[in-house]
């Protein structure tokens, strides 16, 4: 088919025009210096919103459209951004641009379920000051940050905030975490017989990096006696802050490597019942048995195996079940009863007899999600708190303390609907299209995408 298209060219008769001579478009149908009709510009702008320069160019060629990635780019680029109308509920968290250097701010319609804006980094002011800009948020859903929760207070001071849910049992979280290994001699089993108590085996020698991490935690502490700070200590001994955080709240380097009384054999605790038979029928050689556990698929080496044999050759038994590790057991507190297994509910039980301050802050665990879960409201949360400061666990009363300072929006979070869920589904979108672009577009580019997607 051959459409036949006539239009008028004009010509300007001012010398001063520096335009000689120029032709009517046709609205739908033709643009000025356009080198593709509207329709396919609508096809290639999807294209390149979806795919991104390389992987959208490849499906141009398919497609029978000859374009670059580079034109592709600045097609995307070109798109009109959607009318940016002010939200009455917002949902903001951060995004990394480049985890642990550059981050931005996320801005979404938690109403329509729609991002509204990218905003280059996460600080007070530049929140701060889109808010000013853009008056007429009434509820704003955020993380436990401190940064937004200023921001709100100055950019959008009539505004209620909402505290994340998920992040407030993610902060639960990371308290009992601290709990559990803190706790964690308090509920690993002691040596099983009284010749394991009366005669040791030899510690085995200590890999490089439990030597490293023992003398970084002396240095980090000997520096805190000293009423060093923590910026002091991370300058001095040239680590990152995170990691001096880290050192400074392990109260010894057995917090920091999960060593304990029962945990030294690892992977043969699985396995003691088969070498204890074995030994039981005469087979005394550490290097046959290590060749049979291989058989087995069991990965250790020689040297476990023969102090495993050693142990039994001196008249001691079995090294005891290793105890669960800190993880685990946090995991078994933070789990639904519902979701247990009986074996799960046993270990927990027995834990909780061995560690009363285990069994408190499993009761506490267990309050606060049932005020999350039911959005109990703010009675429910006060009380929680009050009952928590008197349990004496210093972690959950460090957090008590800090759901205190951000009270107001901790009220908001167990009462009202709204959550930052849809927030944390619109970061990993961004995710996604980080990794199509393989570094090639900054933030511009991402946040077009982003909004025009």
């Keep these: 088919m051959v459409v036949e ?45 979806a795919l991104a320069g390389s992987a959208g160019a490849r499906l141009a060629r398919v497609l029978q459209v000859a374009i670059s990635r580079v034109a592709l780019i600045s097609l ?28 931005g701010t996320c801005l979404v319609d938690l109403e329509t379920h729609r991002v509204i804006d990218l905003l280059p980094g996460r600080t007070v002011e530049v929140v701060r000051e889109w808010l000013r800009a853009h008056p007429g948020v009434e509820i704003i859903c955020r993380d436990r940050s401190g940064a937004y929760a200023e921001a709100a207070r100055e950019g959008a001071p ?22 559990v290994i803190r706790l964690r001699r308090g509920w690993t089993p002691a040596p099983a017989t009284p010749q394991e108590r009366a005669a040791p085996l030899a510690e085995p020698a200590e890999s490089r990096l439990v030597t490293r991490t023992r003398d970084r935690h002396t240095a980090v502490h000997a520096l805190m006696d000293h009423g060093a700070t923590i910026t002091v200590i991370t300058r001095e001994l040239h680590l990152d802050y995170k990691t001096v955080r880290r050192y400074m709240q392990a109260h010894d380097a057995e917090d920091l490597l999960g060593l304990g009384p029962s945990g030294r054999y690892g992977v043969l605790d ?9 030994f039981t029928e005469g087979c005394h050689r550490a290097d046959l048995l290590h060749r049979e556990l291989q058989a087995r698929g069991v990965l250790t080496s020689e040297r476990t195996v023969r102090r495993f044999v050693q142990r039994l050759r001196e008249g001691g038994s079995a090294p005891a079940k290793a105890a669960p590790t800190p993880r685990k057991v946090a995991g078994l507190l933070l789990t639904h009863p519902d979701e247990h297994t009986e074996q799960n509910r046993l270990q927990l039980k027995e834990l909780r007899e061995r560690c009363p301050e285990l069994a408190t802050t499993g009761d506490l665990v267990a309050g606060f999600a049932k005020v999350l879960v039911n959005r109990l409201g703010a009675d429910e949360i006060d009380s929680w708190i009050v009952t928590a400061k008197d349990g004496g666990i ?8 800090g ?25 990993n979108r961004i995710k996604l299209f980080k990794r199509q672009t393989y570094g090639r577009a900054g933030l511009p580019f991402l946040r077009k995408r982003v909004i025009c997607g």
Excluded at 10 to 36: A, K
């Design 403 to 427: 759901l205190t300072r951000d009270l107001a929006a901790v009220h908001a979070g167990v009462t009202l609907e709204w959550s930052s869920g849809q927030v944390e589904g619109q970061n």
């Design 76 to 103: 995307v680029m070109a798109l009109p951004e959607p009318v940016l109308v002010c939200p009455r509920v917002l949902g903001i968290d951060d995004f990394a641009t480049r985890r642990g250097h550059h981050y």
């Design 158 to 179: 009539d505004a209620v905030q909402v505290a994340d849910r998920w992040h407030l049992w993610h902060n639960l979280g990371r308290a009992v975490d601290k709990t």
């Design 5 to 49: 298209l006539t239009v008028r060219r004009l010509f300007c008769d001012q010398d001063s025009c520096p335009r000689r001579t120029f032709v009517e478009q046709v609205d739908g149908l033709t643009v000025r210096y356009g080198r593709y009709t509207p329709g396919l510009l609508a096809v290639l702008g999807a294209v390149g919103l």
């Design 270 to 278: 699985r396995h003691a019942d088969y070498l204890v038979r074995r």
């Design 394 to 401: 210093a972690e959950l009363v460090s957090f008590a303390d």
